[in-house]
């Protein structure tokens, strides 16, 4: 019944409990008289009473069956052959039976090869058909005749069902099949060798099963290959040979959760099995599944043994023993290192792509001391070399949970996870043969650099400079490689990437290959990433240095004087001097222009908190007030005016070169204005003089002096605030107009 059912916990206990009481009872040869008598007798009513659990479960009654099944499977790999046979003979007598009795619907999908996309209802599905064919024709290979007979004798009451089944299905075309006798009476076990004869069987089953079915099989196949067996260990190979091969076993979403369980079932087996033929098998089996899912097999076995085992390293050698194969490890597990999400926090080490990307640098680490791997290796050493760079930095961000996590089985290794990355760098350089650049490295710290966050970013510029000493079609391959992963930002190892491609710039024989970075500065100029504006900001700098590369960059021009507006010091202190060289670079009416467009943006960096800030700043605003001409020198001469109060107060800079930058700059605006008598006293540095000049040249600029020397009296430079609190004092600058009590400073001296 329904109820029955939902105890099924409790029913499978009993059921179990009355499998052992009857299976484990002496043979029935060894009974005479009366207990062969009550033996037969136990032993049909056993079979009714499980008939009986089927047909009162209603509409339930596939499930049930399965769990008897499923129960009565255990004892068919049991080595007492008095048990297999027993636990095979309920097996058939239960096959036969539902031949008979007209169970509920089972589902269209039963027995084919191609799945049915539809959702059927778990009580229409019969999910054991490939574990009880794989069982069943195993047991076909005993060495004892009548669990061989009872095993044989199941199989062809599945078969019937089978047909049966599918008989009720008329798109299938199954006419003519239910000839159901042919060929399984003429053909009894003892005519053929029992795997020849079990072989046979499993081609005959093979049309109808699922890969979800093979899969079952295949799992089940490796577990009989340990020592001892009582079943044909060929058997078992050649079940893997042919499933694995078969054509219908190919990728598909149900790959996923499949292909991971056959690859933790060789690695948790290998171990045991010692048969020549069964290692042969799984050897073949690697290399088949790796063909067909490569990135389910890699990061299977990446999962099994993340510090790469003795048994997990076997695995590779194998997967590596084909020139085809190597390119495919090789490929997945540098993706394998490329994929260092940070977004992912898991603590499993399957839903973890860092302590995946970990696995794969190990892993690398020891395929790049086998030599005959390395013809492979160099068609992909660019990507590869810098995955192993990025790994590192990656690295040294991980979290302490995360290193335990993947070194808290393993901690009798002697190399940290960081240390384990750059050993692997250190191989593949010398494995290519760049054993100069590994010394140089070494020579100038850049391996101990890379291993600390704080100095990580000069072991990558020392390592990028050596790289830079490669031949120019390698360094070709990685600038552009780095430009292409930059194209896409990712914050795991963007930094890295834009330090790395910056160093390269100073390549003289990269022309060509400029045009690409210079598509992907503008996107990095705008990044929120800390530094990164500076960074970029240094790259264009050196390029605007260097002759054959300065005027590429003008195409940059509007998102370099876009950083003057930000808060950044650091970045404005790196775009002033690239503007500085842009503007010599311009030709026409451009200087003009974009000198006018600048000289807005300049002046409120008049008062930066950066010392170089402040003098870059106002040397460029000079700079403008000489290259513009014509119609904008009218609107140049405003900006002028503006920057006199601020010039003038910064005369009094404590940082000397400001202030020598300030008096230069005020006689150049004297010039500009042609003002004689404020280039004089300039010239002389009369700043007391020169306020006097101001209010007396143009007093309807008082209401905008008394506006510009506000916010010089909250400076924290002493000399500022006095000399603003003294022109603003100044009976000139005050007249009739009002004097804001928010001008004073409310607190501190003067």
């Not at 807005?600 to 000079?622: A, G």
């Amino acid at each position: 019944s329904r109820a029955g059912l939902l105890l099924q916990e409790k029913k499978s206990s009993l059921l179990h409990v009355c499998f052992c009481s009857v299976f484990y009872l002496p043979p029935q040869e060894d009974t005479q008289g009366p207990e062969a008598s009550l033996y037969s007798k136990t032993l049909a009513t056993m079979d009714s009473m499980l008939q009986t659990l089927v047909r009162s479960a209603g509409t339930l009654g596939i499930l049930e069956l399965q769990n008897i099944l499923q129960l009565l499977l255990l004892f068919t790999n049991f080595q007492l052959a008095v048990v297999q046979e027993r636990a095979l003979a309920r097996i058939a007598s239960l096959a036969n039976f539902i031949t008979i009795y007209p169970l509920p619907q089972v589902c269209p999908c039963f027995a084919q090869a191609t799945v049915l996309r539809h959702q059927c209802s778990k009580t229409h599905r019969f999910t054991m058909l490939g574990r009880l064919v794989g069982h069943l024709s195993l047991c076909c290979t005993c060495k004892d005749k009548g669990t061989c007979n009872e095993a044989a004798e199941a199989l062809h009451h599945l078969h019937t069902f089978i047909l049966q089944q599918r008989s009720r299905w008329p798109w299938l075309h199954d006419t003519g099949q239910l000839q159901l006798q042919e060929g399984w009476q003429t053909r009894q076990p003892w005519q053929l060798s029992p795997t020849s004869y079990a072989s046979k069987i499993l081609l005959m089953f093979m049309k109808y099963l699922q890969p979800s079915d093979q899969a079952d099989i295949i799992l089940m196949a490796i577990k009989s290959m340990r020592a001892p067996s009582a079943c044909s260990i060929s058997m078992a190979a050649y079940m893997v040979d042919v499933l694995v091969a078969d054509p219908a076993f190919q990728p598909g979403q149900a790959s996923s959760l499949w292909v991971p369980n056959i690859v933790w079932a060789i690695y948790r087996n290998l171990p045991s099995i010692k048969a020549v033929v069964a290692l042969n098998s799984l050897d073949r089996a690697l290399l088949v599944l790796l063909g067909k899912h490569p990135r389910e097999v890699v990061s299977s076995l990446l999962q099994c043994s993340p510090t790469c085992t003795r048994v997990a390293m076997a695995m590779w050698k194998v997967m590596l023993s084909e020139p085809q194969a190597v390119e495919k490890v090789l490929r997945e597990l540098l993706s394998m290192l490329m994929n260092q999400s940070l977004r992912k926090t898991s603590t499993s080490t399957k839903d973890n792509p860092r302590i995946l990307s970990l696995a794969a640098a190990g892993t690398i680490s020891k395929i790049l001391l086998q030599p005959t791997f390395l013809q492979e290796v160099e068609a992909i050493f660019p990507q590869l070399f810098l995955a192993l760079l990025f790994q590192v930095s990656f690295t040294t961000e991980l979290t302490l949970q995360e290193v335990h996590i993947f070194w808290r089985k393993y901690q009798q290794d002697l190399l940290t996870p960081i240390r384990s990355a750059v050993q692997s760098m250190r191989l593949l350089l010398c494995g290519i043969g760049f054993e100069t650049q590994v010394l140089a490295i070494k020579a100038q710290g850049g391996w101990d650099a890379l291993l600390s966050t704080q100095t990580h970013l000069m072991g990558v510029r020392i390592v990028a400079r050596e790289m830079m000493k490669t031949p120019r079609p390698l360094r070709s391959t990685i600038f552009c490689h780095l430009a292409e992963l930059l194209s896409v930002e990712d914050p795991t190892w963007e930094m890295i990437a834009m330090v790395f491609l910056v160093e390269m710039l100073g390549c003289t024989d990269l022309n060509e290959e400029l045009n690409r970075a210079l598509e992907i500065f503008p996107t990095y100029l705008q990044s929120q990433c800390l530094g990164m504006p500076s960074l970029v900001l240094r790259g264009i700098l050196r390029l605007t240095e260097m002759p054959d590369t300065a005027r590429k960059t003008l195409v940059l021009l509007p998102y370099v004087m876009e950083q003057l507006q930000g808060a950044d010091s650091d970045a404005s202190a790196i775009a002033l001097p690239v503007l500085s060289n842009m503007l010599q670079l311009l030709e026409g009416r451009m200087p003009s222009l974009t000198a006018l467009a600048l000289a807005d943006k300049l002046q409120p960096l008049f008062n930066d908190e950066s010392d170089t800030v402040r003098e870059l700043s106002i040397r460029l605003f000079q700079k403008a007030m000489g290259l513009v001409v014509g119609a904008e020198k009218k609107k140049m001469k405003k900006e002028v005016w503006d920057s006199l109060l601020p010039l003038l107060f910064h005369l009094h800079d404590q940082d000397k070169r400001v202030a020598k930058a300030s008096q230069e700059a005020l006689c150049s605006a004297g010039r500009f204005l042609k003002w004689r008598q404020l280039v004089q006293l300039a010239e002389t540095a009369q700043a007391w003089r020169i306020s006097e000049c101001l209010l007396a040249r143009n007093r309807s600029r008082a209401k905008d002096y008394l506006h510009q020397s506000q916010p010089y009296l909250q400076s924290p430079q002493e000399p500022l605030r006095r000399e603003a609190v003294r022109f603003i004092g100044e009976p000139r600058a005050l007249g009739s107009l009002p004097l804001p009590g928010s001008l004073w400073p409310s607190t501190g001296p003067v």
